[in-house]
């Protein structure tokens, strides 16, 4: 059994997500009947679970980008050292927030997009994690830091806390 399900009551497990995810597979199947287009046009509801000190705005930030995507959160301010500790993610590795999602662990600012991407793919991993705050990363990005963009690589981290590279942002420079 993975770290993922081996938890504390208070992270969810396949009943939990699969009861959180019904209601998203509802309004999925009467956006069908609407037409190809309207469920073209509609974001995909994925549901996440959140961990993040309840000061961090950029946390926030975060939230938000992932939500324009289609995430529906659910938020604990308590911090995400134990969790983070629990589900086994190497402390190099961490950030300021961490989140599950179809089973796996998103650690800081990991842009939405590989997010879906690590779904569609499935791979076997505990998940993605882009340590540290880099400027630039969703949640790292409002006008506060002038247009910076620094290079910052998103992880796919191995059960066993070991990683690759699963996508590079370059960056740019200040305009």
């Known amino acids: 059994m993975s770290p993922l399900h081996t938890l504390s009551p208070h992270i969810p497990g396949r009943r939990q997500w699969l009861a959180a995810a019904l209601p998203a597979v509802g309004a999925g199947m009467a956006l069908a009947a609407l037409g190809p287009v309207a469920l073209a046009a509609a974001p995909q509801s994925t549901p996440v679970e959140l961990w993040k000190d309840p000061q961090c705005g950029c946390c926030q ?48 600012h990991v842009p939405a997009a590989d997010v879906r991407r690590l779904l569609q793919q499935k791979p076997q991993a505990l998940g993605l994690a882009v340590p540290g705050m880099p400027v630039g990363s969703p949640g790292m ?22 990683t690759r590279v699963f996508s590079s942002y370059h960056g740019k420079p200040r305009a």
């Open 61 to 108: 930030d975060w939230v938000e980008h992932m939500q324009a995507q289609g995430f529906v959160f659910t938020v604990h301010p308590t911090g995400n050292a134990a969790v983070r500790a629990r589900l086994g993610l190497p402390s190099q590795l961490g950030s300021c927030h961490t989140a599950l999602v179809g089973g796996y662990l998103i650690e800081g």
């Open 141 to 162: 990005d409002g006008p506060v830091y002038g247009n910076r963009r620094d290079p910052y690589d998103v992880l796919l981290v191995a059960r066993d806390g070991s």
